[in-house]
């Protein structure tokens, strides 16, 4: 059974980075054809994809999210990382952490809250 686990801080300061760490069980991040996306849902709003990265370490971003986004990994962990910097009161979302295999997003994570505010 795969498992993903998002932590981090639940309340970041306006202008900061706010960053997130995805443990993953059950499955390894590099598994070929896999990708490990990010995806956030502000309070009110649809899910939005944040970005991805793949089981080579390619990433790729949301277009309008992409200036302030970086996805990293740890293949020796099996953690993969969300940071977003200069995040502002709209950045408050619950942040979800994904795999993507064979076009479908199959698993989820059970998503952590972040609060920016000063």
């Known amino acids: 059974q795969v498992q993903l686990h998002e932590s981090g801080p639940g309340l970041v300061k306006p202008s900061q980075t706010l960053s997130l760490t995805c443990t993953v069980s059950g499955d390894s991040i590099t598994t070929n054809y896999v990708g490990w996306s990010w995806i956030r849902q502000a309070p009110g709003k649809e899910l939005e994809w944040m970005g991805v990265?793949?089981?080579?370490?390619?990433?790729y971003y949301n277009p309008s999210l992409k200036s302030r986004t970086s996805i990293s990994r740890d293949t020796a962990k099996n953690q993969f990382f969300l940071r977003l910097n200069s995040a502002t009161p709209d950045d408050t979302a619950v942040y979800y952490c994904?795999?993507?295999?064979?076009?479908?997003?199959?698993?989820w994570g059970q998503g952590t809250l972040v609060t920016v505010s000063s």
């Open positions: 990265i793949s089981y080579d370490g390619n990433t």
């Open positions: 994904a795999r993507d295999f064979d076009l479908y997003r199959d698993y």
